[in-house]
């Protein structure tokens, strides 16, 4: 079956589904995106998403391309078209057209696009291993809370991991791990204390780290929102990241050396559980 593509108010096959060179997106990363995940054929917690797609788009002075109730619309349209059951639904909205100045035009149109991309997101091998990540100096830019498609960095850090062998990085700032390249970090101390870097510029404020948290303080955890260092992840008795496309992923090794037992945690397993099943209970998490 061919996918069917969302492009500004149409929804058409691959091939239609193009936009102009002079799109800012394509020109100077004048864009932002958001990536929701897809089960049951189902948006998982969607309206989170599109809270800070908001807030992206105001931190850039950007319009919306269409109304939330529009965009729903479409994103759910496009879930049906393309009978996906599990996957990603990814959505990017460009300042728009116009010809090349680093000023922003005042007389361009934001544009919309959309695409879902099929992927087994539950039955994942890597979930029940565990992945291993090696640590890399953080080298993006200074405001990694707007969600732009300046990717190139951690696109960098991740093509690294894989020619080390490894499957992710994360990036270090100031001796500090900000996040994976595309996840938030976390450790578990002490058995019971979850520790992630408190949220600023430095990093994004994960849609999955908001409910992963909750979960975890509901769970009887203690949550610490403090920096920590690649030394604290090597001696941590469990690390794990979170993200749309992964919920909760087990982090078995930095730079080599093993943390805890080397196995998924408890703490990883039963909190990917939990975002699990209630990701398909509830519309909201
Ligand atoms: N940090 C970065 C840099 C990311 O790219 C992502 C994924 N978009 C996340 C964190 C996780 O965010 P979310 O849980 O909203 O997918």
Not at 180 to 187: F, H, K, M, Q, V
Request: hydrophobic share 40%.
């Amino acid at each position: 079956m061919n996918r069917i593509f969302y492009v500004n108010g149409s929804f058409v096959d691959e091939q239609d589904a193009k936009i102009s060179v002079l799109d800012r997106g394509f020109l100077f990363a004048d864009a932002v995106y958001e990536v929701s995940s897809v089960l049951n054929g189902k948006l998982i917690d969607n309206k989170a998403h599109v809270v800070r797609l908001h807030r992206s788009l105001n931190e850039l002075g950007m319009a919306p391309p269409c109304s939330d109730e529009e965009l729903i619309a479409h994103q759910h349209r496009l879930v049906e078209l393309n009978n996906l059951k599990e996957g990603l639904l990814y959505l990017q909205v460009s300042r728009g057209v116009a010809d090349r100045d680093f000023a922003y035009p005042t007389d361009a149109n934001s544009s919309l696009v959309m695409f879902t991309q099929a992927k087994q997101l539950l039955e994942t091998p890597a979930a029940n291993t565990g992945i291993n990540v090696i640590s890399v100096p953080d080298i993006r830019w200074q405001r990694r809370d707007i969600k732009t498609v300046g990717l190139l960095a951690p696109s960098m850090a991740k093509q690294q991991a894989l020619d080390a062998g490894v499957q992710d990085a994360w990036m270090v700032q100031d001796g500090y791990v900000t996040e994976g390249t595309s996840n938030n970090a976390y450790i578990v101390r002490d058995d019971n204390v979850i520790q992630t870097r408190h949220l600023g510029n430095e990093i994004l404020s994960g849609i999955t780290r908001s409910a992963v948290l909750r979960f975890a303080r509901e769970s009887g955890y203690e949550v610490v929102e403090e920096p920590f260092t690649v030394e604290e992840v090597k001696a941590a008795s469990e690390a794990f990241s979170t993200s749309a496309s992964s919920f909760v992923m087990p982090v078995i090794s930095i730079d080599g050396t093993t943390i805890g037992d080397g196995k998924p945690g408890k703490v990883a397993t039963g909190l990917r559980k939990v975002y699990i099943e209630t990701a398909l209970e509830r519309e909201d998490l």
